[in-house]
């Protein structure tokens, strides 16, 4: 196997891809300025058509000619985070964070340039996940059940993850190739297998299942569940152009025993290089790593953020950090790990006893480091089956080692927020989107440390007059969630307004809660939240 465009640095160089391509196809003309970040797929450009571009992407200027054009495009790639573009007649911007300009032969077809690179982007995936040490036998098997069946294979694991692929994937289709750069299913793929209940036709047999392709430029699958015992392992995928002989049939039935050996390897699998960089990430997570340690991590000198995942609680009430099904939060950290693997190598994952954390770092200058770390959790969220009751909170970014401890525990603090059952809303959020949530459970943590009731002053006679639950407590906590619009409190009760108004007269009443008096307006309203938290309500701050 080819190995010239592999990296001591751990990706592929926009230099080497050239160099690997070779002059009579590709010219560098200007190296760039970016942060040199590895290359996963490519972006097809051409004007007034719309452009997915993103950080990683080799952009193909189809028909950029002028100055004007490239300096739109460039303008677009900066806001992306794409720093490589290929066109065939470049006019080098005269911005400082120029991309690298690859130049291409005038007669080559931009066809043949995105095929090209394409392939050497597989090819060197294949070679960095064989070089891992982890999962070359299962590349071997990949290549064998190929041999079997007559068609290109992928193996992925339970959450859809790509663990092998085999030889021949320029026969497939452009479904498999998003899946092997990406090293995951997407999630649109993925929406779609659910919605055509493959996964339960897959867990329902032992056989080999046929699906029919699904769009014209698409080709059709033959897939098994690789097992252990009654525990899908993971799946092998082959694209096919129609169903399977019998023979080829039986050699899949055959081989899934063997692949399923290899993917509990591959599970359980801690090497001493994997074992001494998670121990050197959660010593850095912990504020115990002096800094030429904490430079082994690689992560450069730019901003860092802290990604802290978990599962959200069940129960209700409970905010401690509960005993958490650790096989599987071992299996979503490996999966995690795959993910960033492919598109962020620029950091190191954790597996906690309660929760699994990301050391994500971004160059030097990067200026929008916490939200391309929400993007990058968004994604794999997105990506990754069964990973829907996972929650990630996102702290930073820390502009040093020495304060990744400092986020950590911010990062903690938001996650517990946003595992409280109480708490509803989108799985992944800033520390600064907790705040509130946070703030509400350190309240009620001190409250709960002191013995101090849940109701005091107004609320307490509030609740002496109907109870802990009565229509009046119920109508102040929704004035007070609308911030004293008597309409939309009604409305959120759906009572009349009039009922409204006399249920307040009311309050003010039974209660002597003066409606003018900001702070005791603010502790009845404290109270109210926290013990919502204490219920685990279904409203809850957020």
């Known amino acids: 196997m080819h190995h010239a465009g592999v990296r001591r640095s751990g990706h592929l160089s926009v230099r080497q891809l050239v160099d690997n391509i070779g002059p009579a196809l590709l010219r560098l003309v200007q190296?760039?300025?970016?942060?040199?970040?590895?290359?996963?797929?490519?972006?097809?450009?051409?004007?007034?058509?719309?452009?997915?571009?993103?950080?990683?992407?080799?952009?193909?200027?189809?028909?950029?000619?002028?100055?004007?054009?490239?300096?739109?495009?460039?303008?677009?790639?900066?806001?992306?985070?794409?720093?490589?573009?290929?066109?065939?007649?470049?006019?080098?911007?005269?911005?400082?964070?120029?991309?690298?300009?690859?130049?291409?032969?005038?007669?080559?077809?931009?066809?043949?340039?995105?095929?090209?690179?394409?392939e050497q982007l597989l090819e060197y995936a294949r070679t960095r996940v064989r070089s891992a040490g982890s999962g070359a036998e299962l590349?071997?098997?990949?290549?064998?059940?190929?041999?079997?069946?007559g068609a290109p294979v992928t193996i992925e694991d339970r959450f859809s993850a790509l663990v092998a692929w085999s030889e021949g994937q320029e026969r497939t289709d452009s479904e498999r190739i998003e899946t092997i750069l990406g090293r995951a299913v997407h999630q649109?793929?993925?929406?779609?297998?659910?919605?055509?209940?493959?996964?339960?036709?897959?867990?329902?047999?032992?056989?080999?299942?046929?699906?029919e392709a699904t769009g014209a430029d698409q080709l059709a699958r033959v897939a098994i569940a690789v097992r252990a015992g009654s525990d899908v392992l993971g799946y092998i995928w082959a694209a096919v152009t129609g169903p399977l002989d019998e023979a080829a049939t039986a050699r899949l039935r055959e081989l899934a025993p063997v692949v399923a050996l290899q993917l509990v390897g591959l599970?359980?699998?801690?090497?001493?290089?994997?074992?001494?960089?998670?121990?050197?990430?959660?010593?850095?997570?912990?504020g115990a790593a002096d800094p030429v340690e904490a430079s082994r991590l690689q992560l450069g000198s730019g901003p860092v953020c802290v990604l802290a995942a978990a599962p959200r609680l069940a129960g209700s009430g409970s905010t401690g950090s509960d005993a958490l099904d650790a096989a599987g939060l071992r299996r979503f950290a490996d999966t995690l790990e795959y993910f960033l693997a492919a598109v962020h190598p620029r950091s190191a994952v954790v597996a906690g006893t309660g929760a699994v954390y990301v050391l994500a770092a971004w160059p030097p200058n990067h200026t929008t480091a916490l939200e391309s770390a929400l993007a990058l959790a968004r994604d794999f969220l997105a990506r990754t089956p069964?990973?829907?009751?996972?929650?990630?909170?996102?702290?930073?970014?820390?502009?040093?080692?020495?304060?990744?401890?400092?986020?950590?525990?911010?990062?903690?603090?938001?996650?517990?927020?946003?595992?409280?059952?109480a708490v509803r809303g989108p799985a992944v959020r800033t520390v600064e989107d907790m705040a509130l949530a946070v703030l509400l459970l350190h309240l009620a943590d001190a409250t709960e440390a002191l013995g101090l009731p849940d109701a005091g002053g107004a609320l307490y006679r509030l609740r002496q007059e109907e109870g802990q639950d009565g229509p009046l407590a119920e109508t102040l906590a929704a004035y007070l969630a609308a911030a004293g619009a008597t309409d939309t409190a009604a409305e959120a009760l759906h009572i009349h307004p009039n009922t409204?108004?006399?249920?307040?007269?009311?309050?003010r009443t039974v209660s002597g809660l003066d409606f003018a008096d900001a702070d005791a307006m603010l502790l009845a309203h404290l109270q109210l939240r926290v013990r919502e938290l204490r219920t685990g309500a279904s409203q809850g701050p957020g």
């Open 386 to 421: 069964l990973a829907g009751d996972y929650v990630v909170a996102v702290g930073g970014p820390a502009e040093s080692m020495g304060r990744i401890a400092d986020v950590r525990a911010q990062a903690d603090a938001a996650l517990r927020a946003l595992r409280h059952p």
């Open 500 to 507: 409204m108004r006399y249920r307040l007269r009311r309050i």
């Open 267 to 286: 599970r359980t699998e801690t090497s001493y290089a994997r074992r001494q960089r998670g121990e050197l990430a959660a010593a850095v997570l912990g």
């Open 188 to 211: 649109r793929t993925l929406a779609e297998q659910r919605e055509r209940q493959e996964f339960e036709r897959l867990h329902a047999s032992s056989e080999p299942v046929y699906m």
């Open 139 to 149: 590349f071997a098997l990949a290549n064998a059940v190929c041999e079997a069946v």
């Open 31 to 118: 190296e760039g300025t970016g942060g040199g970040g590895p290359l996963t797929d490519i972006a097809i450009h051409a004007p007034g058509a719309p452009t997915q571009l993103g950080p990683g992407c080799v952009v193909l200027g189809v028909g950029v000619t002028t100055e004007a054009e490239l300096r739109e495009l460039t303008a677009a790639m900066r806001q992306a985070g794409a720093e490589v573009l290929a066109v065939k007649t470049p006019v080098p911007p005269s911005a400082d964070d120029n991309p690298a300009i690859i130049e291409v032969n005038r007669d080559a077809s931009w066809m043949h340039v995105a095929t090209t690179v394409r």
